[in-house]
Each structure stands twice: as C-alpha cells, then as structure tokens.
C-alpha cells in the first residue's frame, strides 16, 4: 500500500512535469504523428480533410524524384566539407584562447560572437560582401591583382562559399565547449610529459586529444545534425541555386510543403529524413564510442 504522504508527493510530481509534457505532446509528439499519418496521403494544403488514403505512393515516390535526390547530395557534400572545417577551426581558436595573454578575453568575445547573431543577418551580410559585382570581397581581390569571382552566382562555388560562412557563423559555440574541456585536463601531464622530452606535437595527439574525446564525440554529432538541417542560408544567399546546387533536404520539403502545398509528399520526405538522422547518429555513436561505454 502507497501511504498517503507518498500518494501526495507522486501527486505533486506529476503537478510538475505537467506543463513540460503537455509542451511535449504539442509540439513533439502530435506533430510528428501528424507527419506519420500525411505521409501516406495525399493531403494537399489548398484541401484540407479532403485527403485520401494512398499507401506508399509517397515513399516510392521520394525515391525516384531527382530533384530530392540532388538535394539530398548536395546536404551531404556540405556535411562531408562542413563537419570537419568546423571542427578544426573550433579547436584551433580553443587552443589559441586557452593560453594567457593580452587581450585574450576581447579575442574571445570576438571569436563567438557570431555564433550569437541571427543565421539571416549573416546570410545577407556575406551575401552583399560576396556579391560579384559590387561586393567588398571582390573589390579587395581587384587591388591585390586577382581577378574578380563569381561565388554564389557560380555552380562550383556556391556551395563552397556557405560551407565556409557557415563553419564561420556556428564555430564559436562549438570553441566554448572545446575550452571547457580544455580546462578540465589536469595540466599535470603536460608538465610530466615536458620532463620526459614530449614536444607540443606530441603533447597535442596523446594527451589533449585523448582528454577531448568525449567533447569530440558530442561535437562531432551535433554539428552532423546541424549541418544535415541546412536551410538559412541556401534560402537566403542563392535561393537553392544556382541550377539547384546549393538546394538542401529541409529547402525541399519546405518547397513541396509550404510553396507547392504538397503537405502528404513532404511529411513523407520528412519521415524518411528524421529515420537517416537517427541511423547516422547511432552509427557515429557505434564508430566513435565513448570511453564510459
């Protein structure tokens, strides 16, 4: 038997984490079975509740669509180039920071700032400094003698543009969390390994490495999650172009969804893209595990 001040307590309980779980239901839960349940329609906005049941017709669809096969390659290529650009520049300022010296707080502030300014804000600023004609960029590389560059307005470039303002906009975040780990290897070692002739390089690869790799395993996850969720700047800077090479997954559905209306094939498209993450995590999980496994 529960005594009647437990009863009271579980009561309690549940008081609190009311709130959260209707939040839960809401905006997790509902939509994502609202999602489940469009995928096999072919519920048009213009029409709601005059959907009709279609089976699979969604998801053999998907895969035959070539526009959603382009842009699910080129999510990929900006995964493949983003990740790890990210990843060493969010070291490499960690490491600079962690020393003392002049100045080091103003360099840090600096350095994050722009994780903290809006993703359209950056977009449309490098996309007045990148424009071809007018643009700061090619204005500098005019005076140093190099000829001017096309950048968004170029199928080979665009996307190698947002890569790179897209690692810079996002690796401040990420350089705190590095310099939090920094802070917690016991500088012991080092000194240890300076009094057994350990160089820096060596330093770096057997103990800091080692230190970080738990911080290396959660940074690496979430910034493949949130690179997979590229959408602000193709959107804003080329528009998904030029000729689609800079279209992603999120810019698809949002398309079909929201533009063409389609909202039974883009919940599909969703669905099937919410499952790929999660293989991707657990598959990264699985690869790179953690030592407290």
Known sequence: MVSKNKKNDMIVGYLFILPAMILLFLFIIWPMGS?????????????????????????????KDEQLITSFIN???????????QLFIALSLALIINKHFKGN????????SPAILSLVVVSILWSSLLNPTSGLINEILENFNFAPQPFLTSVEQAMNSIVVISAYSSCGYQMLIFLAGLKNIDQSMYEAATIDGANKVRQFFHITIPGLRAIIIYQLITIVIQAFKLIVQPMVMTGGGPDYSTITILQFIYEEGFRHRYIGYASAVTIVFTIFLIVVSLLIKRILPNETD
Do not use: H, M, W
């Open 35 to 63: 999602a489940i349940s469009y995928s096999f329609t072919d519920y048009f906005l213009l029409k709601p509740g005059q959907q009709e049941f279609i089976g699979l017709e969604n998801y053999i669809r998907l895969f």
């Open 75 to 85: 999510t990929c290529e900006f995964v493949i180039k983003v990740v790890p650009l």
């Open 105 to 112: 707080g103003f360099y840090r502030v600096a350095y994050f």
